[in-house]
C-alpha cells in the first residue's frame, strides 16, 4: 500500500513523485491521460508542456535564472531532463517537447516504489495524504469534489491577470496616492489621464493585437474578467465610465477631476509591485508595455508580470493553504503545482518540490519549514501565505516577491545580481538543514561565472523587448 497519492502527472506532479521516492517513501501517481484527455495536452506522456517549449532566461539576473538554478540544486527531474534535452534557445532555457516528455516518463517509471495509473480520480480521496497537482485542466469531476473542500468562491476556473509593475519604476511626480472619496487609508496609486491621453490609450487598445481565445475558452467572457480591450470595444467612453472612472478621484496637484483614472493597487506586504486594476488582457505580451506605457506614470514602468485571460483551475491560496500547502481545514490534503496558486513552467516544477517536501515532513511527524523569503522558491511561497485574499491572481516568480536591501544598490541589474546571490547563498543554507542526502551527485555550479556586472542599463525599448521575452510571447 502506497504512503501517497498524488493525483496529475503534469510538472508538479512528477516533481513530487520522485522527491517522495528519494525520500524512501512509495506513492502512487494517478495520470488521467490517455484515457481522458484534456482540451490541450496531445500527448500520453507525463509532464507535457502544453505550449511554449521554454523554460525562460537561465541568466543570473532574471528571476527566472534563479529559480531553475534553486530547482537544479533540489536535484530536479524537470531541469535535469530539460538540460538533456535543451534546443538552442539564446539565453533561454528551451527544449524539444518531446525528447523532454519523454525522459521525465522513463525516469519516473524507473522508481520502484512509484506505481503510475492511468485513471481520472473523479473525487478528493478521504485518506491522506494526498497531493494535489492536477494543473490548470483538472478535469470537471475532480473540481466538483475540490469545490466540496474548499468552497466555490475559493476555487477558480479562469484567470483573469492584470499586468503588474514595480514600485520603483513608477512615476511618483504624476501619480497620487488616494482612495475613493477619501474613504479609509489612501491605498491606492492614481494615474490621472487628461481627455487626450484617454483616447489616445482607448485607441491603441483597440488597435493592438489580441491572442485569439483557445475553443475552450470561450465561455470565459463573463464580467469581471473581461479584458479591458473588449470592454473598450463596447464603445469609446465605456471604460472612463467602468474601471477608469474617476469620480472620488480629484487629482491634489490641480484640485480638479481627471478625465479617467487608472488605479494601481498593492500587489504585496512590502509594497514593492502594483496591480493595474481593471487592466486583465489579451493583448499580445509584446504589445501590453507599449499600450499600458502610455498610462501617464507609467511612462518607465517595469512590468514583472503581464496581463492574460485563460483558462486555469487554481486555488485562493492566501485564504485556504496552510504554510506547508495543505489545506487549512484538511491537513493530510496537500496542493502542488500551478493548482496552489502559481504560474509558469518552473514555478509549478517548484511546488512540486515544496509539496512533497512538506507532505515528507508530515510522514515523518516534523514540521515543513519552507526556504527563507529571500530565496525564489521563498518569497513565491511567501507571496502564496500573505497575499491580499480578496484579489488574488496567480503569480509568476519575480524580484519584486524578494524583500529589499536596507542599503541602496545603484542600478537595476546590480540590485537584481545582489538579490540572486543572496538568494542563492540562503537556499544552500537552507538545504543543508533538510536532509536531502539524495542530492550528493547534484553538482555545484557557479551561476555567476563570466557574469559582466558593469553592463550598462538597457534602453526602454529594450527593457520592454526583455520583459516581453521573459514573459514567454
Ligand atoms: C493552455 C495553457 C498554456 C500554457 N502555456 C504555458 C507556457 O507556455 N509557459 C508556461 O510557463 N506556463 C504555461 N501554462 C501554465 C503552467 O505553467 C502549465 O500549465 C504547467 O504545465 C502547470 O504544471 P502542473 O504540473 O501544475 O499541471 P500540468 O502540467 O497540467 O499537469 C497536471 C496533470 O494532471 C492531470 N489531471 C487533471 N485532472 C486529473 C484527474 N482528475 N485525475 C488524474 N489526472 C488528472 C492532467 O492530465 C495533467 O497531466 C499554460 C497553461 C495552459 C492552461
Not at 470595444?233 to 471604460?239: K, N, T, V, Y
Not at 519584486?400 to 537556499?427: N, Q, S
Amino acid at each position: 500500500m502506497a504512503d501517497v497519492t498524488i493525483i496529475g502527472g503534469g510538472l508538479a506532479g512528477c516533481e513530487a513523485a520522485r522527491v517522495l521516492a528519494q525520500a524512501g517513501f512509495a506513492s502512487t501517481l494517478f495520470e488521467m491521460r490517455p484515457a481522458r484527455p484534456t482540451p490541450a495536452h496531445q500527448s500520453d506522456r507525463l509532464a507535457e508542456l502544453v505550449c511554449s517549449n521554454s523554460f525562460g532566461s537561465v541568466l543570473p539576473h532574471t528571476s527566472k535564472g534563479v529559480l531553475l538554478e534553486e530547482l537544479r540544486r533540489l536535484g530536479s527531474i524537470v531541469v535535469r531532463a530539460a538540460t538533456r534535452h535543451a534546443v538552442p534557445a539564446g539565453a533561454s532555457l528551451a527544449v524539444d517537447r518531446e525528447g523532454f516528455a519523454g525522459d521525465v516518463t522513463g525516469a519516473i517509471g524507473a522508481f520502484d516504489s512509484i506505481e503510475v495509473r492511468r485513471e481520472e480520480v473523479t473525487a478528493v480521496p478521504a485518506t491522506g495524504p494526498v497531493l494535489v497537482a492536477t494543473g490548470p485542466l483538472t478535469s470537471d469531476a475532480l473540481a466538483a469534489s475540490l469545490a466540496t473542500h474548499t468552497g466555490d468562491a475559493s476555487l477558480y476556473f479562469y484567470d483573469a491577470i492584470a499586468p503588474i509593475v514595480s514600485a520603483e519604476s513608477i512615476d511618483r511626480s504624476v501619480v497620487y496616492a488616494k482612495s475613493r472619496y477619501d474613504k479609509g487609508e489612501p491605498d491606492f496609486l492614481n494615474c490621472p489621464l487628461d481627455e487626450e491621453q484617454y483616447h489616445a490609450f482607448v485607441d491603441a487598445l483597440l488597435a493592438a493585437e489580441s491572442v485569439a481565445p483557445k475553443d475552450f475558452e470561450t465561455a470565459c467572457y463573463f464580467e469581471g474578467c473581461m479584458p479591458i480591450e473588449a470592454m473598450a470595444e463596447r464603445g469609446r467612453e465605456s471604460l472612463a465610465f467602468g474601471p477608469l472612472r474617476p469620480v472620488g478621484l480629484n487629482d491634489p496637484k490641480t484640485g480638479r477631476r481627471p478625465y479617467a483614472v487608472v488605479q494601481l493597487r498593492r500587489e504585496d506586504r512590502d509594497g514593492q509591485l502594483y496591480n493595474l486594476v481593471g487592466c486583465q488582457t489579451k493583448m499580445r505580451y509584446g504589445e501590453q508595455p507599449r499600450v499600458f506605457g502610455m498610462i501617464p506614470g507609467l511612462q518607465s514602468a517595469d512590468f514583472v508580470r503581464l496581463g492574460a485571460v485563460h483558462r486555469n483551475t487554481f486555488l485562493n491560496a492566501p485564504r485556504l493553504l496552510a504554510d506547508d500547502l495543505s489545506l487549512k481545514t484538511r491537513r493530510d490534503l496537500f496542493f502542488g503545482g500551478l493548482v496552489a496558486g502559481t504560474e509558469g513552467y518552473a514555478e509549478s516544477s517548484a511546488l512540486g518540490v515544496m509539496a512533497a517536501l512538506a507532505v515528507r515532513a508530515k510522514l515523518r511527524g516534523e514540521t515543513f519549514v519552507p526556504p527563507p523569503r529571500t530565496t525564489m522558491i521563498g518569497g513565491l511561497m511567501a507571496y502564496l501565505r500573505e497575499a491580499d485574499a480578496e484579489h488574488f491572481q496567480p503569480m509568476n516568480v519575480n524580484f519584486g516577491l524578494l524583500p529589499p536591501f536596507e542599503e541602496k544598490i545603484k542600478g537595476k541589474r546590480a540590485r537584481r545580481l545582489a538579490a540572486a546571490r543572496r538568494a542563492l547563498t540562503d537556499f544552500d543554507a537552507w538545504i543543508a538543514e533538510q536532509d536531502l542526502g539524495w542530492l550528493e551527485g547534484v553538482p555545484t555550479e557557479d551561476l555567476f561565472e563570466g557574469v559582466d556586472e558593469t553592463v550598462p542599463r538597457a534602453g526602454r525599448r529594450a527593457r520592454r523587448r526583455d520583459a516581453a521575452k521573459e514573459a514567454g510571447d
